[in-house]
């Protein structure tokens, strides 16, 4: 599967921004999919998730800040993310995602990432 994700800028806090990631070479409508973000230093980690049945999840540093949607016939998983803060300055990247042992892991490979600057 490839992945390539869009959409990333730079924006003041509070602000929002809505990237995109666009999957080729699977049947997507069967997919699970995640948004991931790594920040400077830091390790990636998985910010929000879709289920192939429109079930989602965040963590708890972006939740009731930012909405995972999909669209099927798209080929498309978003990420709406509203009332921006500094610290979610990261390179953003979407995946597919398995569960095990109740855990979420990325299966595919890592595509581009799009770069997302919260800064006044």
């Known amino acids: 599967v490839q992945l390539q994700a869009f959409g990333g800028g730079l924006v003041q806090p509070g602000g929002s921004l809505r990237l995109s990631c666009a999957a080729s070479g699977s049947i997507f409508s069967i997919d699970h999919m995640g948004w991931y973000r790594q920040a400077p230093g830091k390790q990636r980690e998985l910010v929000a998730h879709?289920?192939?049945?429109?079930?989602?999840g965040y963590a708890n540093s972006v939740k009731g800040r930012f909405t995972i949607s999909r669209d099927n016939a798209k080929n498309t998983v978003y990420l709406q993310m509203d009332s921006l803060k500094p610290e979610d300055t990261a390179v953003y990247y979407c995946n597919v995602l398995q569960l095990r042992r109740s855990t979420w892991l990325p299966f595919g490979s890592w595509g581009q990432g799009t770069l997302v600057t919260v800064s006044s």
């Open positions: 879709v289920t192939n049945d429109g079930s989602t």
